[in-house]
Nanobody
Framework: QVQLVESGGGLVQAGGSLRLSCTASQRTAHTYQMGWFRQAPGNEREFIASINWSGDVTYYADSVKGRFTISQSSAKNTVYLQMDSLRSEDTAVYYC???????????????WGQGTQVTVSA
């Protein structure tokens, strides 16, 4: 069982920045990829960004490419999401995730964090 603890959400004005953090309780065969998804009210959970434990393979959704940066500290079992140039449409609950393989599908995620609210005011 891998537990994920997230932090860093909050309220920010459009154009501002936030950094999310997520720490995994342990590394297992399921923790090859760590990433972030988000879910706005009435919408499905959508992929945002992912990184492998080596930190050399990253993927981003087109909607956040160039504005968000994912990074990781394998020594700390922690993944970060730096979010810049935030827009009102970025408002959602952001979920940390781990998966045993490279994936952008929520159905293939092995473990989820509890979620952290990000609200961007216009």
């Amino acid at each position: 069982q891998v537990q994920l603890v997230e932090s860093g959400g909050g309220l920010v004005q459009a154009g501002g920045s936030l950094r999310l953090s997520c720490t995994a309780s342990q590394r297992t065969a399921h923790t090859y990829q760590m990433g972030w998804f988000r879910q706005a009210p009435g919408n499905e959970r959508e992929f945002i960004a992912s990184i492998n434990w080596s930190g050399d393979v990253t993927y981003y959704a087109d909607s956040v490419k160039g504005r968000f940066t994912i990074s990781q500290s394998s020594a700390k079992n922690t993944v970060y999401l730096q979010m810049d140039s935030l827009r009102s449409e970025d408002t959602a609950v952001y979920y940390c995730s781990v998966a045993a393989r490279t994936t952008q599908e929520a159905s293939q995620v092995a473990y989820w964090g509890q979620g952290t609210q990000v609200t961007v005011s216009a």
